[in-house]
């Protein structure tokens, strides 16, 4: 089994930053890629951005220029530095990993438990 932590999420007002971090551990075989998704409430879960094992990146318009992520390849670990947050990027932030562990020849889709982040007006 895979699992996924996530951290970094809180209260913060319009124009602020959070960094969010996620570390995958247990018996991991290989990671693949890796990314965030947001869900609001009364709104469907939506990817915010996604980066390969090559580290190629991936954003959401709405978040592009505002968000960076990244990935540590060697610490299984994937990052989002959101910058000049809005107050419409309130949501639940879920980390996932397409990953294979070393009970299975399949790559799955691994999510963590998510982490609130909420950007007041």
């Known amino acids: 089994q895979v699992q996924l932590v996530e951290s970094g999420g809180g209260l913060v007002q319009a124009g602020g930053s959070l960094r969010l971090s996620c570390t995958a551990s247990g018996s991991i075989f290989s990671i693949n890629a890796m990314g965030w998704y947001r869900q609001a409430p009364g709104k469907q879960r939506e990817l915010v951005a996604s980066?390969?094992?090559?580290?190629?990146?991936n954003y959401a318009d709405s978040v592009k220029g505002r968000f960076t992520i990244s990935r540590d390849n060697a610490k299984n670990t994937v990052n989002l530095q959101m910058n000049s947050l809005k107050p419409e990027d309130t949501a639940v932030y879920y980390c996932?990993?397409?990953?294979?562990?070393?009970?299975?020849?399949?790559?799955?889709?691994?999510w963590g438990q998510g982490t609130q982040v909420t950007v007041s007006s």
């Open positions: 980066i390969t094992s090559g580290r190629s990146a």
């Open positions: 996932n990993a397409d990953a294979r562990s070393t009970t299975s020849s399949y790559f799955y889709r691994y």
